[in-house]
């Protein structure tokens, strides 16, 4: 084991493409890079910490709680799960957990946005902490989002990670889920496009991709979910390819 991680994961991950990008920008990115990447591989170190990381807007830090958010970290600030360029405008944010992918989002330039999503309430504190200074740029709605709206049980860990709708954690919460389409509706009736749509929802991310009305995903030029799907989502509007965990979808018509 390392890190927590199975034998056969490890081996797995030698022939990931996508790992040795991570390891690439861990070097570039990270000022720490002895001691972050030996916390990523052991999952070991002192928690809560802070950590430091390069981006387009000079050297930010992210506050952490456990090592299953440096995990985050490096997925989204290394890995690029949820690629971006400069020019990013409108950022839709499904899932936000701590703020960690928003400040990825914020980061990449000084004039994003960011409409973010998060249910639970343990994240949501810690998602404000990490965004103090950013409240002009960022629209925090305490809800769920998936395919229906209405009130559902919604599982709850220690980490803040894993939860979601339907998710058997042995604990859950009553929380308030949107409809995709409203969602997305409100959010286009003030904003011309949606650059990218992020979502990380334990789940529910296939269905809910599945449920975006065709007039509506014409206007969103990327789609990252925390999935692998079997099927090609929406395939009259977007390719699709497998970046490691992350399905990413590309507007084609654009």
Not at 36 to 53: E, F
Not at 162 to 169: C, M, R
Not at 182 to 211: F, P, Q, Y
Request: with cysteine; hydrophobic share 40%.
């Amino acid at each position: 084991m390392l890190g927590n991680r199975t034998l056969p994961q490890v081996v797995r991950a030698l022939f990931g493409r996508h790992h040795y990008v991570a390891l690439n920008n861990m070097w570039r990115l990270y000022p720490k890079f002895s001691e972050y990447l030996w916390r990523y591989l052991t999952a070991k170190g002192q928690y809560p910490c802070n950590v430091s990381v390069r981006t387009p807007a000079g050297l930010i830090q992210l506050d952490l709680y456990n090592p299953h958010d440096f995990l985050t970290v490096n997925e989204i600030f290394c890995r690029l799960d949820y690629q971006s360029d400069k020019n990013l405008n409108v950022v839709v944010d499904i899932g936000s957990n701590i703020g960690i992918s928003a400040r990825y989002f914020l980061s990449r330039n000084a004039f994003s946005k960011c409409y973010l999503f998060e249910p639970n309430p343990a994240n949501i504190n810690k998602l404000m902490k990490q965004l103090d200074g950013f409240e002009k740029r960022y629209i925090l709605s305490d809800a769920a989002v998936a395919d229906r709206a209405g009130s559902f049980e919604f599982g709850i860990e220690e980490s803040g990670r894993y939860g979601g709708i339907g998710v058997e954690t042995g604990s859950s919460i009553l929380v308030t889920c949107l409809d995709i389409n409203s969602v997305l509706g409100d959010i286009l009736k003030k904003e011309s496009r949606i650059n990218i749509l992020k979502i990380d929802t334990e789940g529910v991310e296939i269905a809910t991709v599945k449920a975006i009305a065709p007039d509506i995903a014409k206007k969103i030029d990327r789609i990252y979910i925390e999935a692998q799907p079997s099927e090609a989502l929406q395939p009259d509007i977007f390719s699709q390819i497998q970046y490691g965990s992350v399905c990413q979808l590309v507007n084609r018509i654009i």
